[in-house]
Nanobody, 125 residues
């Protein structure tokens, strides 16, 4: 049974950092691209960052570049999203996803077949 479990969300002050985890079970995440997305109410799901094992590259959405990084722990089958310099506008629900996207569609939600349940991040003083 394929499952992704996102966790690590919470309340953080502006300028602070937070690390989200995506625990993968049911398949080896090393054979999939893993992406992090976020979705605010009433807005489309936004691709933030993706690590693609097939070409060895990491892809960044505009909001993530310079502040967010992605990493993997293969032994734990876990993928992390490190978020730094957080801003109030980063407040929303964050999702991890696994798929085999083509490069031109790597930030599109329809490229990912498996999704975690989401974890809430709130940036506020």
């Amino acid at each position: 049974d394929v499952q992704l479990q996102a966790s690590g969300g919470g309340l953080v002050q502006p300028g602070g950092s937070l690390r989200l985890s995506c625990d993968v079970s049911g398949f080896d995440s090393g054979y999939y691209a893993i992406g992090w997305f976020r979705q605010a109410p009433g807005k489309p799901r936004e691709g933030m960052i993706c690590n693609n094992q097939f070409d060895g590259n990491t892809y960044y959405g505009k909001s993530a570049k310079g502040r967010f990084t992605i990493s993997r722990d293969s032994a734990k089958n876990t993928v992390y999203l490190q978020m730094n310099s957080l801003k109030p506008e980063d407040t929303t629900v964050y999702y991890c996803a696994a798929g085999r996207p083509i490069t031109s569609a790597i930030m599109r939600r329809e490229s990912y077949a498996y999704w975690g349940q989401g974890t809430q991040v709130t940036v506020s003083s």
